[in-house]
């Protein structure tokens, strides 16, 4: 997993973020990777059978995957831009990053605290999906 900064953008122009986007767009692209259809910020590639995830937010951007294809794929997006390795994320736009050797999980315990808070959530006995129907009111 690897962390990096642009260290030069073009901020103070007035469509920024959508320059911005299309520029990211236009490059990944180029480097072979597939935007997902439902997250705009989410690119991916397999290579063989493992999969490379590319989380964009703003400036910042979030590697995901086997750590010597992440270096791989890293070096290849730094020839393209001035980037800044910041290493192995402990977290991400506010996101904290759990990991095992399995798998990533992405988490927002703070947000879901103040969620709680707000809606009492925790008042409510939670149920397993699928639901059995005969649990649910029909009112």
């Keep these: 997993w690897a962390v990096l900064m642009l260290l030069a953008t073009i901020y ?11 520029e990211m767009h236009l490059s990944l692209n180029a480097l072979q990777w597939n935007k997902n259809s439902i997250d705009p910020c989410l690119w991916y590639k397999w290579i063989g059978s493992k999969l490379i995830i590319f989380l964009l937010w703003v400036n ?26 910041k290493g192995e994320a402990k977290e991400y736009v506010r996101c904290q990053l759990e990991r095992t050797e399995k798998y990533l999980k992405l988490t927002q315990p703070v947000k879901m605290k103040r969620l709680e808070d ?9 149920l397993s999906t699928p639901v059995n129907l005969d649990l649910i009111s029909r009112n």
Excluded: H
């Design 12 to 22: 103070r122009t007035i469509q920024v973020a959508l320059q911005w986007y299309r």
């Design 118 to 126: 707000e809606f009492g959530y925790n008042r409510y006995k939670s």
């Design 60 to 85: 910042d951007c979030l590697v995901i995957g086997p750590k010597g294809l992440v270096i791989k794929e890293t070096r290849c997006f730094q020839e393209m831009y001035d980037t800044t390795d």
